[in-house]
């Protein structure tokens, strides 16, 4: 995940400065409504408790929810306390780059239990159970990890215990060393990316060749969604790819448009940052027949009111 913020925002003006933080701060809270409603809805349903992929997407609405919050926290900062405490810029940093890299490995653990579900369907129920899924999300979390605790690890054998109590502007390349950052980044996001990027293509084209080759309409037509779904999963990658191409963009614009440089970096953190989140409610929660159900029942109070009055 992208958590660099520009220190130039701090330039702009105090309406300009209330604005952003209104709009950032109002997605993210329509954004947390949104997952809250799919995550009240998981618990509230025991139905949803012993579907692997059902555990394994409200799992990826928490994260995302860990996601926006960490990104709003570090947006306001930047404005309302631009240097904070070393130690808790290193927590922001390592739960940022963890939550980052633990959207897509969820994608690609979804797309291989649809890809069981369809082109295995007769050991689905013995492969993809609650206890592997559970084992599957610690998994994908501990290795997730990795990384931000290395960061944690090179500063810590790096600095003085005194840099830990210090002041500093809370951006990744401020507090870790910058080439051994850059290089450990790259590294580890072309590792996450190629594994995930390899699943979704084997699971799609296996899933593919099943739809042509079904004989019966059920199994054709659920073959077909699942087609549909492992798309989806690609189509949000690719919005979490845009982290690290806009940043290329953004060193193209500024220079063409030196006086809108605090606007550029603004878009280009919502387009990035912000509305990805959106993806995963809008499609997948409310795109499920049976989400979509139990969300209208548990939320349509006007609805609900007038079944239930005499």
């Not at 330039?11 to 950032?24: C, F, G, M, P, S």
């Not at 990795?146 to 054998?157: E, H, K, N, S």
């Not at 969300?295 to 609805?303: A, D, L, P, Q, Y």
Request: glycine content about 4%; overall charge positive.
């Amino acid at each position: 995940m992208n958590t660099t913020i520009d220190q130039n925002w701090i330039r702009d003006n105090y309406q300009e400065a209330l604005a952003k933080n209104i709009i950032v701060i109002v997605l993210a809270l329509i954004i947390i409504g949104i997952n809250g409603m799919l995550v009240v809805t998981y618990f509230q349903i025991p139905m949803f408790h012993s579907d692997p992929r059902y555990i394994l997407y409200i799992s990826l609405v928490i994260n995302d929810i860990l996601t926006i919050s960490i990104l709003v926290i570090m947006f306001v900062l930047t404005y309302a306390m631009p240097n904070v405490n070393v130690s808790f810029c290193c927590v922001l940093l390592s739960l940022g780059s963890t939550t980052g890299i633990i959207t897509p490995m969820i994608l690609a653990g979804m797309a291989i239990e649809r890809y069981i579900a369809v082109c295995k369907p007769l050991h689905h129920s013995q492969i993809c159970t609650v206890n592997r899924t559970y084992v599957l999300i610690t998994v994908i979390w501990v290795f997730s990890s990795i990384p931000a605790l290395i960061d944690i690890i090179v500063v810590i054998a790096l600095q003085p215990i005194s840099f830990f109590y210090s002041l500093t502007y809370c951006q990744a390349i401020v507090v870790y060393p910058s080439v051994y950052y850059t290089q450990k980044t790259t590294a580890t996001q072309t590792l996450f990316l190629s594994i995930v990027w390899i699943t979704l293509f084997y699971t799609y084209f296996r899933v593919l060749c099943t739809a042509k080759i079904a004989l019966h309409g059920h199994h054709l037509s659920s073959a077909k969604k699942a087609r549909n779904t492992i798309l989806l999963h690609g189509g949000q990658l690719l919005l979490c790819m845009l982290s690290y191409v806009t940043p290329v963009l953004v060193s193209v614009l500024i220079p063409l448009f030196p006086a809108h440089r605090t606007k550029i970096t603004f878009v280009n953190y919502l387009l990035t940052c912000i509305f990805p989140r959106l993806l995963s409610p809008l499609i997948y929660g409310l795109r499920d027949q049976k989400f979509g159900k139990y969300i209208k029942r548990n939320f349509s109070c006007g609805v609900v009111i007038v079944k239930v009055t005499p």
